[in-house]
Nanobody
Framework: VQLQASGGGSVQGGGSLRLSCSAS????????MSWYRQAPGKQRELVAT???????TYADSVKGRFTISRDNAKHIVYLQMNGLKPEDTAVYYC??????????????????WGQGTQVTVSS
């Protein structure tokens, strides 16, 4: 399974961006889809998660500003980011735990990462 992220860019503080991440492959199901971010010199941190039934969780730093959602039929996860702050500047990575159909017809569980998309917020 491959994840392809898009939607990053540069905005001024207070602005908005919407990230998308599409999963492709012989996907049977995806239980949890998430967004992480990594700022320069810092560890990668979890930003938000959403389960297949729509239950979402957020890091305290983004609650009330970011919204995670997903399209289960298309295997896409979104991150709507409003009220962006300079401290939101980071490379954002999508993550998923898909179950796919292997070449021998068995189910394969894995953890997949997208390639990362840069978000830069200026003050």
């Amino acid at each position: 399974v491959q994840l392809q992220a898009s939607g990053g860019g540069s905005v001024q503080g207070g602005g908005s961006l919407r990230l998308s991440c599409s999963a492709s492959g012989r996907i049977v199901s995806i239980s949890v889809m998430s967004w992480y971010r990594q700022a320069p010199g810092k560890q990668r941190e979890l930003v938000a998660t959403v389960t297949s039934d729509g239950t979402s969780t957020y890091a305290d730093s983004v609650k009330g500003r970011f919204t995670i959602s997903r399209d289960n039929a298309k295997h896409i996860v979104y991150l709507q980011m409003n009220g962006l702050k300079p401290e939101d500047t980071a490379v954002y990575y999508c993550n998923a735990d898909p179950v796919s159909l292997g070449p021998d017809g068995t189910f394969v569980a894995e953890r997949a990462w997208g390639q990362g998309t840069q978000v830069t917020v200026s003050s």
